[in-house]
């Protein structure tokens, strides 16, 4: 069947337009408006929206303690090539009607893992043939691909990492047919999620010979790739723990810090997910700040946490303060780095209408674009960026000039402390910046 004579799985549900906060159709962006400007750029251009294909068109809301319930139309086909086919079509659907440019995919995805390796590749490439003209039809464009190597039991004790050197090396022959992939779909990034990058116990794990793994792995991986012409990010995306009890590639410091002591950071940056951030005790905006000023913020996984029980609930992002301070990072930063928001989220086991996966997203987007636009307002007109350059403003000119500019030493310091004497308390006015952020909300 050729992809434009497809069914429509998605019935019923026109095309998502942007309305303004003052329509009351649920189907309508009321803040996403693609084309408007915003800080030189439109909206659609900041953001670069991605579907999640494992959450959006896999997951059917299955949990440890019972099955999915969502029951996909396009899950029916017992032949894997023509149950992925199905996929695609309800994928590119589902993109097509939310008004979306990009998509994001784990290689089995976007077809099942067949029993063997040499027939999973198979499998792959048929898929991608199939999945490169859906593209070519409706101009949708992969934001990045990655590989799955932490379902499969066989990595059980992780994959660049595991102690068994033909485990690592089957994850390696696997990532190279994800890099193949995404090459052919013209993926203008590639993903490295740790998986089961960690451990359960120390006792059982030397640490250091795992990383040193690895670092040479993705060195190895980076150079399959430039070889075969690839030119985009690759993306390193932490997370504290889960499935591991510790898992490698923790936060964003530590993995600036690994990619920096393997020589990876030239390569490499980094794709920070909200729910992740907030796992490893930090905020969005802390996370998004250390990347930023490491000049790696390359992507955003947008989700988040539940506050009261702490886990990785990938629910769909609809805090517009939390967001709101991100963005005031973001817009800083210049943005990102090749990457996108993609919606690395799940609608809950108990929305089962069909049209709950569009409320999900449209919500997730109105989230974003109102913050940005609150930050934009925030930066030009409000005295927010000035009273922050105001706490620094000593270092502007004299001695603070002379020790930016590396000028002064620790002698220097004590002379300029002796001739100070005692000096009043400069107040941070936490409060009053709290109170600019609700102001412009
Ligand atoms: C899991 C991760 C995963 C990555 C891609 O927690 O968020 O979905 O984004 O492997
Ligand atoms: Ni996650
Ligand atoms: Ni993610």
Redesign the pocket.
């Known amino acids: 069947m050729s992809p434009s004579l497809s069914k429509e799985y998605f019935k019923g549900i026109d095309p998502i337009k942007f309305e303004g906060k003052e329509s009351d159709n649920p189907l309508a962006f009321k803040y996403y408006n693609p084309s408007q400007i915003v800080c030189g750029k439109t909206m659609r251009e900041h953001f670069k929206f991605a579907i999640a294909y494992?959450h959006t068109f896999c997951g059917q809301g299955s949990d440890p303690f019972g099955p999915g319930t969502q029951n996909f139309a396009w899950d029916k086909a017992s032949d894997p090539i023509q149950a992925a086919k199905d996929k695609a079509d309800a994928a590119f659907e589902f993109i097509g009607k939310m008004g979306f440019d990009y998509f994001c995919f784990?290689d089995y995805d976007l077809v099942q893992e067949a029993p063997t390796f040499a027939e999973s590749e198979k499998r792959l490439a048929m898929i991608v043939d199939y999945i490169k003209q859906k593209k070519e039809e409706t101009g949708i464009k992969l934001l990045w691909g990655?590989a799955n190597c932490f379902s499969n039991p066989r990595y059980m004790n992780g994959a660049s990492t595991n102690p068994d050197f033909n485990v690592m090396a089957r994850a390696g022959g696997q990532i190279k047919l994800a890099l193949d992939a995404t090459i052919a779909l013209n993926g203008e990034n590639y993903?490295f999620?740790g998986g089961r990058e960690g451990y359960m116990s120390l006792l059982n794990t030397d640490m250091g010979r795992e990383l040193d793994h690895m670092g040479r792995f993705l060195a190895i991986a980076r150079d399959y790739a430039r070889a075969q012409g690839f030119k985009g990010n690759f993306f390193i995306?932490p997370?504290p723990m889960e499935p591991m009890k510790h898992q490698y590639d923790f936060d964003s410091a530590t993995a600036i810090g690994f990619l920096k002591e393997y020589g990876l950071e030239k390569d490499f940056k980094i794709n920070i997910?909200v729910n992740?951030a907030t796992l490893a005790q930090h905020t969005m905006q802390h996370e998004l700040a250390v990347a930023a000023k490491a000049g790696m913020l390359g992507s955003i996984?947008a989700n988040r946490g539940d506050y009261q029980n702490g886990w990785?609930t990938d629910q769909f992002p609809n805090n517009i303060q939390e967001t709101t301070e991100a963005m005031l990072v973001f817009l800083k930063a210049g943005g990102l780095q090749g990457g996108g928001v993609n919606f690395?989220a799940k609608i809950r086991r108990n929305s089962t209408d069909m049209d709950d996966v569009f409320h999900a997203h449209i919500g997730g987007a109105d989230t974003f674009a109102r913050a940005l636009l609150t930050a934009d307002k925030i930066i030009t007109s409000s005295s927010y960026n000035s009273l922050r350059d105001h706490r620094y403003s000593t270092f502007d000119s004299g001695k603070g000039k002379d020790f930016e500019a590396g000028k002064l030493d620790l002698n220097d310091l004590y002379k300029i402390a002796m001739e100070n004497g005692e000096l009043p308390l400069q107040s941070g006015k936490q409060e009053l910046f709290e109170n600019i952020i609700n102001q412009f909300i």
């Open positions: 494992w784990h990655t993903v999620w995306e997370k997910e992740h996984d990785d690395d």
